[in-house]
């Protein structure tokens, strides 16, 4: 029962034909040990007949495993029992001889490769054809035999191979989702590290002035202020190794060969020179601005400028050609960005997807949300919102 269960859960073709089999087994068995002569009296060979039907029954069973073998044993053993059965007219013979001319064809040509299976149907049709001689049956007779022997093997045979061309489709399917899904881990984390150090340059500079200002205070202390400047010269310190640790930790964060970026970092003070370099790549931009803009805290002014960077650089990627339009509306609260183009609606393309995907780890990270699809009337839209109460005062 455990494995039937088990079958259930995993295979349930394989117990399908398991049922089958078994059904098919005892049917040969009792066939053949109930076989009668003409006058009614059980035929002299009928245990030798019955000990080879259940040979064929047996080697049903194994099909799955041994596709061409446990056939050709089972269609072997039938045929050996019609030598032994021919020699005495038999009533009702006819019945255990139509479970060769259909399941075992039907299985040749579904668990078989196709030379295999063309072999099978090969062993199938002889064994019809002996079959029909030893019983001194008719031609018309043959023709029926074969037909049947040849559709059930073509059943089995498109079937299966049907069945297989969509399990390839699935798995392809689930390998391209893989893929995809392993894309995207890579984006976000290749964004986590771009972010770690851009945060370094914004975040050390912030250390450096402390450290600067707070080294300039010390001198100016008179000195009777001796446990002042012991404070103040902690703060140097400190800072001093706050810097050293950065440094070391974005290193590791930074890719082996590559130079540290020394030009000041990006904002939307710069946006400006990032849409003429766009023009420039021949994507036509046009920038609305709307409220008064004002100073952004470094981390947040550069991740508005970076989903403005990614979002125009997929566009020239993935959307043919196109215009875009970047809306810019500074509010009260929040700062909203737009960027849209009316090229291919599906030009975020594959690499933009997951560019996307590490610009919304950017702009959580400032408590943001962005949103991305198809644009009304045609072409891609990415928006933005992010808080400014990360807004420099």
Known sequence: MNRIRELWATDRGRLAHYLVATSLAIFLVVEFATL????????????????????????????????????????????????????????????????????????????????????????????????????????????????????????????????????????????????????????????????????????????????????????LLRPEQEKERQALETVEATGREALTEMRRLVGLLREQGAMPEFSPQPGMGTIETLLDGVRAAGLPVELEVEGDPRELAPGVDLAAYRVVQEALTNALKYAGPAHAWVAVDWTDDELRLEVANDGRSDSDGSDGGHGLAGMRERVSLYGGRIESGPRDGGGYVVRARLPLEGAAR
């Open 36 to 219: 009668k002569d003409i006058i009614g009296d059980p035929i002299p060979n009928r245990w030798w007949v019955t000990a080879l039907a259940a040979v064929a029954g047996v080697a049903l069973l194994f099909i799955r495993d041994y596709p061409f073998a446990a056939p050709v044993v089972s269609l072997t053993a039938l045929a050996a029992s019609i030598l032994l059965i021919q020699p005495y007219v038999v009533q009702d013979a006819d019945a255990p001889f139509l479970v060769a001319v259909l399941f075992i064809p039907w299985c040749l040509g579904t668990y078989n490769e196709t030379r295999n299976a063309v072999a099978g149907l090969v062993v199938a049709e002889l064994f019809g054809v002996c079959a029909n001689i030893r019983f001194d049956q008719g031609t018309g007779d043959y023709f029926w035999i074969a037909m049947f022997i040849t559709v059930a093997w073509s059943a089995g045979f498109i079937l299966s191979r049907r069945a297989e061309a969509a399990r390839e489709m699935a798995e392809r399917a689930r390998l391209l989702e893989h893929e995809q899904l392993m894309a995207s881990e890579r984006a976000v984390n290749e964004e986590r590290q771009r972010i770690a150090r851009e945060l370094h340059d914004v975040i050390a500079h912030s250390v450096s002035v402390m450290t600067v200002q707070t080294g300039a205070v010390r001198r």
